[in-house]
């Protein structure tokens, strides 16, 4: 099963505004990822959090991670249509290489 | 030089057919992944070559087979497919692939099976 599941699955939203998408996964892990990829094509790595952090920032991204609840939280501000993709969380489940991805969320950014 | 190159773009093959999708890296990473993906699905891991030398195999079918060359090159060998196997296959790379580091991902090979 997967690792992470993210929430909402779909997410439309006016260019300029904020978009919020969770990640919820289920064992223990060293760090969470986040990707994105553009429609049929590779993925694209945001961003990386290890286990003993709890907020990281990378330009318009913010990352928060919630150990105790086993949960994560990608923030895009002033969002652009370019910013229209599927975002994934990956997680490693406490083991080395294998990254497991969330089921997605797809980011519309209507212009 | 952060790109991992996938070739071919797009493949159709029949399912008697026998071919290879190519990876390329030149980042110096040790860790190389192949992916299946289906439509509006995420990523599934298949293998993983850590130094050269296969390190999980995620139990996938032996019709899928896997070469690592050298530690730039990454194949991954078809034959007999059926139309299920129908995906993206993506390639992807890392440094060490210890506590799973940032992992860099292909364009991806968009193979259809007839």
């Known amino acids: 099963s997967q690792q992470g599941e993210e929430d909402p699955q779909a997410l439309s939203i006016q260019e300029g505004e904020n978009a919020t998408m969770n990640c919820s996964y289920k064992?223990?892990?060293?760090?969470l990822q986040w990707y994105r990829q553009n429609s049929g094509r590779g993925l694209v790595h945001l961003i990386l959090?290890?286990?003993?952090?709890r907020e990281k920032h990378s330009g318009r991204l913010r990352v928060t991670l919630d150990t105790s609840k086993k949960s994560s939280s990608l923030l895009i501000t002033a969002s652009r249509a370019a910013d229209t993709a599927s975002y994934f969380c990956?997680?490693?489940?406490?083991?080395?290489?294998?990254?497991?991805f969330g089921k997605g969320t797809l980011l519309t950014v209507n212009p | 030089d952060t790109e991992v190159t996938q070739t071919p773009k797009h493949l159709v093959m029949g399912m008697t057919n026998k071919k290879s999708l190519k990876c390329e890296q030149h980042?110096?990473?040790?860790?190389m992944y192949w992916y299946k993906q289906k439509a509006k699905k995420p990523p599934e891991l298949m293998f993983v070559y850590s130094y050269e030398k296969l390190s999980i195999n995620e139990s996938v079918p032996s019709r899928f087979s896997p070469e690592c060359p050298n530690s730039s090159l990454l194949n991954l060998h078809l034959h007999a497919l059926q139309p299920e196997d129908s995906a993206l296959y993506l390639c992807?790379?890392?440094?060490?692939?210890?506590?799973?580091?940032?992992?860099?991902f292909g364009p991806g090979t968009r193979l259809t099976v007839l």
């Open positions: 992807a790379s890392s440094g060490t692939g210890w506590e799973s580091d940032t992992q860099y």
């Open positions: 980042m110096g990473h040790r860790a």
């Open positions: 990956a997680t490693d489940g406490g083991s080395n290489y294998k990254l497991t």
């Open positions: 959090i290890r286990s003993n952090e």
């Open positions: 064992t223990s892990i060293n760090n």
